[in-house]
């Protein structure tokens, strides 16, 4: 059957007050920003309260679906299907055609919604329900009303035209971007920042991104990975201006002067140095990173409270209560994990060392960086001067 409108259904949003609109707003521009992607000419309309997408006469439903599933804040995409007002009686027959094409040889319980959003129609909602209910129980005899707890609910909704709908389709739910303001998220190769990016933006928050490449001890293909997570992320999030900083001469020269057990959290020290460089540089309002507790010997809270240490703008990780496992299904989910666990290393991995400090001591870390005082400040410009900037639709 052609399905010739998606309901958008939200949830937060609808408890906005009187900042509802803009969220609504907001929302409507990422939807048609995602359809805008697919052939077709839809259109996303507010209308009495909803927000409905009107299809074209011919259209893929499965890529339109798919579509609307990146747009953060929708909860339910309901596939409608419209017909002409000519009164009660040919909308009872509508109805029972729509059940036929939709769920054929229904038998299971059922209850009828009817909303009248014109409320000029001469029959209340309640009475429509019944009328609706009791065709359906004709052609369908094996089924039964539940009006508490039905395993199907065929909802009416009384327009210029009738809309009926009885499917949910879920969506990423979350916030629509743009609505809470922009932070960077560190973006390595790996499984975990992918998902945190995602996981903020599922909150309304734009993101940008810093990625360290150090070649030549890195390839240029752990670099197009890199470039490829940030466009599987960019489906959800929108455009990511990608910042690529060659981090090569810094971390040498951290390797050469500092402690091997301290090398993981002072060259990471230094990351977040340039990613609040960029981030500040951008109006962004805080750093993201997919830390989780404990994971590995940067993660544990005294390498955390160390790295921290150096960030004037607040660090957001939103995995870090997550075990790994729970991560992994979380990239299954939003189709990065594939991409991340290509054999390409970044330059945390190349430049690990042996037995890394679990649980630095801020001053002691503190002292070992005064040997890199001087040149690391040159070689942080040059890094900062080079750095390449992609634009990731």
Request: aromatic fraction near 10%; charged fraction near 25%; glycine fraction near 6%.
């Amino acid at each position: 059957m052609i399905f010739h409108a998606f309901l958008i259904k939200y949830a937060e949003i609808a408890i906005k007050g009187k900042n509802r609109y803009l969220f609504e707003d907001a929302l409507v521009k990422q939807m048609n920003i995602a359809l805008s992607k697919i052939e077709g000419d839809y259109r996303v309309v507010k209308e009495q309260g909803r927000v409905y997408v009107f299809c074209p006469e011919e259209y893929d439903f499965d890529e339109a679906v798919a579509a609307l599933k990146t747009v953060f804040g929708i909860v339910y995409i309901c596939p409608v299907v419209i017909y002409e007002d000519q009164g009660l009686d040919k909308m009872r027959e509508d109805v029972v055609e729509y059940m036929k094409n939709v769920h054929p040889d229904y038998s299971g319980t059922f209850k009828v919604y009817t909303r009248r959003a014109k409320k000029s129609y001469p029959v209340n909602s309640m009475e429509v329900s019944a009328k609706i209910g009791e065709s359906i129980l004709n052609a369908f005899p094996e089924a039964k009303v539940d009006v508490h707890d039905p395993e199907l609910t065929v909802s009416v909704e009384i327009r210029e035209k009738i809309y009926v709908y009885s499917k949910s389709i879920k969506g990423p739910g979350g916030m629509p971007v743009g609505t809470n303001g922009k932070a960077m998220l560190l973006l390595s190769g790996g499984i975990d920042s992918p998902v945190a990016g995602y996981m903020i933006a599922k909150r309304g928050v734009k993101i940008e991104a810093v990625y360290f490449h150090a070649p030549p001890y890195t390839s240029e293909r752990a670099k197009q990975k890199v470039v490829d997570l940030a466009k599987l992320v960019a489906k959800y999030s929108g455009p990511i201006k990608l910042h690529v900083v060659n981090f090569t001469d810094i971390q040498l020269y951290i390797y050469d002067q500092c402690p091997h057990d301290e090398l993981t959290i002072i060259m990471r020290r230094y990351m977040m140095r340039i990613a609040e460089h960029f981030a500040k540089q951008d109006n962004c309002l805080g750093l993201i990173t997919g830390e989780s507790i404990g994971q590995v010997a940067s993660q544990t809270l005294q390498s955390l409270a160390a790295t921290n240490e150096v960030c004037t703008l607040p660090v957001y990780r939103p995995v870090i209560g997550f075990d790994k496992q729970e991560i992994v299904e979380r990239s299954w989910e939003i189709g990065t994990y594939d991409t991340s666990v290509l054999p390409y290393e970044d330059c945390c991995t190349i430049f690990v060392a042996k037995h890394p400090v679990t649980k630095p001591n801020l001053k002691v870390i503190q002292k070992s960086e005064e040997k890199l005082a001087g040149k690391i400040d040159e070689l942080m410009e040059e890094a900062l001067r080079t750095t390449e900037v992609l634009e990731i639709q």
